[in-house]
């Protein structure tokens, strides 16, 4: 059964920290991994990772996929108190379709 | 990104009715949309993958005639779950995408008294 494990499940944090958050794979024909936010209602896309080592990044945020480990990152430098959300990594998987497998999240709150 | 528009955007009904949910994709045609289900502290678990012009396909544990989905066509989707019970209340989200990123509507919160 294919599997998507995110740690820790939560973190609190103050501004201007950095966040790491980890995702982890279990699937059988691996084809991208997605990360998304969610805050009070439906996820916002913020990256889809296929290859190994090439770092994605946008503003405060970037995220690098390991493909040997079966796993990927999510930094978040210099933190906001906007950055507070559930943080969701999915795996899309060859031959599904555009299917996803939804790992259980991680809920970051960052204090001013 | 597609842009998705869900109706309503929250519902209280009584047990026992009926409840649909429309899922629009704005300015995508979508041969493919997908339904989800949150419940609260939890992540997004996929109900279906409602296809046009076919039947729906429903993941291992989701009852089809509970939850009957139609997708009439490629711009709309809808989920309608039979005869409600409050055990169904939960966060019911829909994603399209034109390849394998898929943008997710806002989600309709139902609420079965």
């Known amino acids: 059964e294919d599997k998507v494990v995110q740690s820790p499940l939560s973190l609190v944090v103050h501004e201007g920290d950095t966040v790491t958050l980890n995702c982890s794979y279990e699937?059988?024909?691996?084809?991208?991994l997605l990360w998304y936010k969610q805050e009070k209602k439906a996820p916002t896309f913020l990256f889809m990772l296929?290859?190994?080592?090439i770092e994605k990044k946008s503003g405060r945020l970037s995220s690098i996929l390991d493909k040997k480990e079966l796993s990927s990152i999510l930094n978040i430098t210099a933190t906001q108190t906007g950055d507070s959300a559930i943080y969701l990594c999915?795996?899309?998987?060859?031959?599904?379709?555009?299917?996803?497998?939804f790992g259980g999240g991680t809920r970051v709150l960052v204090k001013p | 990104g597609a842009v998705v528009s869900q109706h309503p955007s929250r519902v209280i009904c009584k047990s026992g009715t009926s409840v649909k949910i429309e899922c629009r994709s704005l300015?995508?045609?979508?041969?493919?949309m997908f339904w989800y289900r949150q419940f609260p502290k939890q992540s997004l678990m996929l109900m279906a993958t409602?296809?046009?012009?076919?039947?729906?396909?429903?993941e291992q544990g989701v009852e089809k005639d509970k939850f009957l989905i139609n997708h009439a066509s490629l711009t709309l989707s809808t989920l309608t779950v039979t005869s409600a019970h409050p055990e169904d209340s939960s966060f019911y989200i829909c994603?399209?995408?034109?390849?394998?990123?898929?943008?997710f509507g806002p989600g309709t919160r139902l609420l079965v008294l």
């Open positions: 994603s399209v995408g034109p390849q394998e990123t898929q943008y």
């Open positions: 699937v059988t024909n691996f084809r991208s």
């Open positions: 296929t290859s190994s080592g």
């Open positions: 999915a795996v899309g998987i060859k031959a599904a379709g555009n299917k996803l497998t």
């Open positions: 300015d995508f045609q979508a041969t493919t």
């Open positions: 409602s296809n046009e012009g076919s039947k729906a396909t429903y």
